[in-house]
């Protein structure tokens, strides 16, 4: 399968489980679990910042219109898109991912990095998102804890999605 047909398939149903699913799923006030940013994740690893950022924005504002949240979904994944190329390139090793495959994943970058990577990404998102979402400091305890709780909701279930979809070599 080519690698656009792959990400529209993926594009489509991480946002489909992101709405009917995960949104419809009241864990707690604290744990929010949001799947939909792994589309900007598993992006291929050369792709273009302009265009990480373009396909960002593009999940962000399809999230925002069936969520009714002005943008701030958009605002988080743009974000991510813009640092992706930085924490790849930081976490790379001397020569680069040795892959087959062209995008990260569990295979191609190994188990602990791509972990590390996703956390990273993850925790930067929710940041952004919870932050416009209080819109203010006033309980700062609160929005951390909603922070790291809905960010280690969100981690568990990229990492099963992972599990499930990537291939062992």
Same mark, same amino acid.
């Given at each position: 399968?080519?690698?656009?047909?792959?990400?529209?398939? &993926?594009?489509?149903?991480? @946002?489909?489980? %992101?709405?009917? !699913?995960? /949104?419809?799923? $009241?864990?707690?006030?604290?744990?929010?679990?949001?799947?939909?940013?792994?589309?900007?994740? !598993?992006?291929?690893? /050369?792709?273009? &910042?302009?265009? $990480? #950022?373009?396909?960002?924005?593009? #999940?962000?504002?399809?999230?925002?219109?069936?969520? /009714?949240?002005?943008?701030?979904?958009?605002?988080?994944? !743009?974000?991510?898109? +813009?640092?992706?190329?930085?924490?790849?390139?930081?976490?790379?090793?001397?020569?680069?991912?040795?892959?087959? %495959?062209?995008?990260?994943? #569990?295979?191609?970058?190994?188990?602990?990095?791509?972990?590390?990577?996703?956390?990273? @990404?993850?925790?930067?998102?929710?940041?952004?998102?919870?932050?416009?979402?209080?819109?203010?400091?006033? /309980?700062?305890?609160?929005?951390?804890?909603?922070?790291?709780?809905?960010?280690?909701?969100?981690?568990?279930?990229?990492? @099963? +999605?992972? #599990?499930?979809?990537?291939?062992?070599?």
């Amino acid at each position: 399968m080519s690698i656009l047909l792959r990400n529209i398939i &993926r594009f489509v149903l991480l @946002l489909l489980i %992101q709405v009917f !699913v995960l /949104n419809e799923i $009241l864990i707690h006030q604290l744990v929010s679990p949001y799947i939909y940013m792994l589309f900007i994740l !598993v992006l291929p690893f /050369n792709l273009p &910042r302009p265009a $990480l #950022m373009l396909l960002g924005l593009l #999940m962000g504002l399809s999230l925002d219109m069936f969520m /009714n949240t002005m943008g701030m979904h958009a605002a988080a994944c !743009v974000f991510i898109a +813009y640092l992706r190329p930085f924490i790849i390139n930081i976490l790379s090793p001397q020569g680069g991912f040795e892959t087959t %495959q062209k995008t990260p994943s #569990m295979t191609s970058m190994g188990v602990s990095q791509f972990l590390i990577y996703a956390a990273i @990404l993850v925790f930067l998102h929710h940041t952004v998102y919870f932050t416009l979402e209080v819109f203010g400091f006033a /309980n700062p305890l609160y929005l951390l804890l909603k922070i790291i709780l809905s960010s280690a909701a969100s981690l568990f279930l990229i990492i @099963l +999605y992972e #599990m499930l979809f990537f291939s062992r070599k």
